[in-house]
């Protein structure tokens, strides 16, 4: 019960603590005939307050907790948490910070939840005499807390896909990193007995869901991995039709990255490779785009291409 707790420990307050808020707590105190009173009247501050909850824009510095109480009243739940124990510590409510973990999202496939480090969060407990210690969470008094807090998570493919491969991920660590043998073996046979009575159409359309995922996911990987060839800017393309253009017809290596457009130039000799290199270097090379003028013309010189110089 709270009556063997410590309570200095849990009324320990900052050296610092700015006046301000000791005149907040001192004013909740004085209208309480009661912890269980007082208790209810920082609820009642936090609640009309106007605070709300918002995880951009929060205050920084040393003084931080005193703009979230009376200036900007906007913080994530660490804010409200800690200005909540702040307060009620300086007006005589042994308190203690907590932090855990809200909400998680249900791997329908492994049959668990998937709690993720975006989803830690942070409350209080207030010890009061006769009631022991009581769990609250202040920033549920924000005024726009229902609609933080109320909304359902939208699933796109990629949290899907994520929830099957670490269903995968789930299996394997359950029946293969820390099962015994005889356990794999007692699941293999379970398998096996269930696997006698399983009709295949039934299975098949389990698994399709899951199948189809996983293609979904080979596929955004070869985007990923292939994403600079796939999505490569005009400028980009028409220098690397340049480059294996040079290559063939003026039959000279080309090192992308180790010699220069200028330099490769004058390696050719040819004109046109000079035209297309200053008209390039012209525009790129000055952060800008090329017009479609200049691109038409490069492209030009690009399909009548470069004949060995005759000098």
Not at 212 to 222: P, T, Y
Not at 238 to 262: K, M, P, T, W
């Amino acid at each position: 019960m709270a009556g063997s707790i410590d309570r200095d420990f849990y009324l320990r307050l900052p050296s610092d603590i700015p006046t301000s808020i000791r005149e907040l707590a001192d004013g909740i105190r004085k209208r309480a005939a009661s912890d269980s009173r007082l208790l209810e009247l920082l609820e009642e501050h936090f609640m009309n307050g106007g605070y709300s909850y918002t995880m951009q824009g929060m205050p920084t510095g040393d003084h931080a907790l005193e703009e979230f109480l009376f200036e900007t009243k906007e913080g994530n739940c660490e804010f409200f948490a800690s200005a909540f124990g702040l307060v009620a510590r300086a007006a005589g409510l042994p308190t203690r910070l907590v932090g855990g973990y809200l909400g998680g999202e249900y791997n329908e496939l492994g049959g668990y939840y998937l709690v993720s480090e975006q989803m830690a969060h942070v409350w209080v407990e207030v010890s009061i005499n006769d009631k022991g210690w009581l769990r609250i969470d202040p920033s549920r008094y924000a005024r726009n807390a229902a609609s933080v807090w109320s909304k359902e998570p939208r699933r796109s493919l990629l949290m899907q896909l994520r929830l099957v491969l670490d269903s995968f991920d789930h299996a394997w660590n359950r029946s293969v990193v820390t099962y015994d043998f005889e356990r794999q073996v007692d699941a293999a046979r379970t398998v096996g007995k269930r696997l006698q009575g399983l009709h295949p159409e039934p299975v098949l359309k389990m698994l399709l869901s899951p199948a189809l995922l996983l293609a979904g996911a080979a596929l955004l990987i070869v985007l990923v991995v292939n994403r600079r060839r796939l999505w490569l800017s005009p400028e980009e393309r028409v220098l690397r039709r340049f480059y294996r253009r040079v290559a063939r017809d003026c039959r000279i290596e080309v090192q992308r990255g180790r010699q220069g457009l200028f330099e490769l130039a004058a390696m050719t000799g040819n004109p046109k490779v000079l035209e297309f290199v200053t008209l390039y270097a012209a525009a790129v090379y000055h952060d800008r785009t090329l017009t479609g003028i200049k691109m038409t013309r490069l492209r030009e010189i690009l399909k009548d291409g470069f004949e060995p110089s005759q000098g």
